[in-house]
């Protein structure tokens, strides 16, 4: 992103979801749509399932923190269909899909679902200790698994559906707890504490930085909170700064 203009629109970032020419969003009071190309942009309400979107292989999916329920929707988000469930996950950092596959790490496990959360399967076990909340997170792009640790500062590669990983040269810096991975319009960027923002258009293999706003900015705050999203090759952010 070579320039940056402050905008209005309401995002949902980890919580939203790109179908076709739709947006669909979950936030506090429900499921959340908005239709993208148009002069103009709104939210409309749909329902009060509120939870965590992702897709897989073009499908609408949900998963729900409260109860670990895994629900698809066939008309966008406007009603949805319980599956399965992810027990043990809050879905948040834990869980990703990628290439019609469903993954949770439960501690050092990497669990499979091959058929929408119905039953799960062990594939991997990491050698690593995953003792803090939130100092994990699964991310799927392109066909691979990625897996960040924050206490390391390290990114974990899978190209085989979760079977074996290999360890990615990543940007680091002296502060590990800013060390965040986001996967965004099918790019992976990267904060690791310095206030920089870091783009691979290589699945991991080499990063550069992101031209900020204004001079100075720290685009670690909206990295953490997951104030940030991708749509139409337009990236957005939350400037926590001067509340824009």
Same mark, same amino acid.
């Given at each position: 992103?070579?320039?940056?203009?402050?905008?209005?629109?309401?995002?949902?970032?980890?919580?939203?979801?790109?179908?076709? !020419?739709?947006?669909?969003?979950?936030?506090?009071?429900?499921?959340?749509?908005?239709?993208?190309?148009?002069?103009?942009?709104?939210?409309?309400?749909?329902?009060?399932?509120?939870?965590?979107?992702?897709?897989? !292989?073009?499908?609408?999916?949900?998963?729900?923190?409260?109860?670990?329920?895994?629900?698809?929707?066939?008309?966008?988000?406007?009603?949805?269909?319980?599956?399965?469930?992810?027990?043990?996950?809050?879905?948040?950092?834990?869980?990703?899909?990628?290439g019609g596959r469903f993954f949770m790490r439960i501690g050092a496990d990497l669990m499979v679902s091959e058929n929408e959360g119905l039953s799960w399967s062990k594939r991997y076990t990491f050698s690593l200790v995953f003792d803090i909340p939130g100092s994990a997170k699964l991310v799927g792009l392109n066909g691979n698994l990625y897996l960040t640790h924050v206490v390391t500062q390290q990114i974990f590669r899978s190209q085989d559906a979760g079977l074996s990983f290999s360890a990615l040269n990543?940007?680091?810096?002296?502060?590990?707890?800013?060390?965040?991975?986001?996967?965004?319009?099918?790019?992976?960027?990267?904060?690791?504490?310095?206030?920089?923002?870091?783009?691979?258009?290589?699945?991991?293999?080499?990063?550069?930085?992101?031209?900020?706003?204004?001079?100075?900015?720290?685009?670690?705050?909206?990295?953490?909170?997951?104030?940030?999203?991708?749509?139409?090759?337009?990236?957005?952010?939350?400037?926590?700064?001067?509340?824009?």
């Amino acid at each position: 992103a070579s320039a940056w203009t402050a905008a209005p629109t309401p995002y949902f970032s980890d919580r939203s979801v790109q179908i076709g !020419n739709q947006l669909i969003g979950c936030g506090r009071y429900g499921t959340y749509r908005a239709q993208l190309g148009g002069p103009g942009f709104e939210w409309t309400l749909l329902n009060a399932q509120t939870g965590y979107l992702f897709e897989s !292989n073009g499908m609408l999916y949900l998963g729900d923190p409260a109860n670990g329920n895994i629900y698809r929707s066939n008309n966008t988000g406007q009603n949805w269909t319980l599956l399965g469930t992810a027990p043990g996950t809050d879905f948040q950092n834990s869980f990703a899909a990628e290439g019609g596959r469903f993954f949770m790490r439960i501690g050092a496990d990497l669990m499979v679902s091959e058929n929408e959360g119905l039953s799960w399967s062990k594939r991997y076990t990491f050698s690593l200790v995953f003792d803090i909340p939130g100092s994990a997170k699964l991310v799927g792009l392109n066909g691979n698994l990625y897996l960040t640790h924050v206490v390391t500062q390290q990114i974990f590669r899978s190209q085989d559906a979760g079977l074996s990983f290999s360890a990615l040269n990543a940007p680091k810096h002296s502060t590990a707890a800013s060390f965040r991975l986001r996967n965004f319009g099918g790019q992976l960027f990267l904060v690791n504490g310095d206030g920089k923002l870091y783009r691979s258009s290589d699945q991991g293999q080499n990063w550069k930085t992101v031209k900020p706003p204004y001079p100075g900015f720290n685009f670690d705050p909206g990295m953490a909170l997951s104030t940030m999203l991708v749509d139409n090759g337009q990236l957005y952010l939350y400037d926590t700064e001067r509340g824009a």
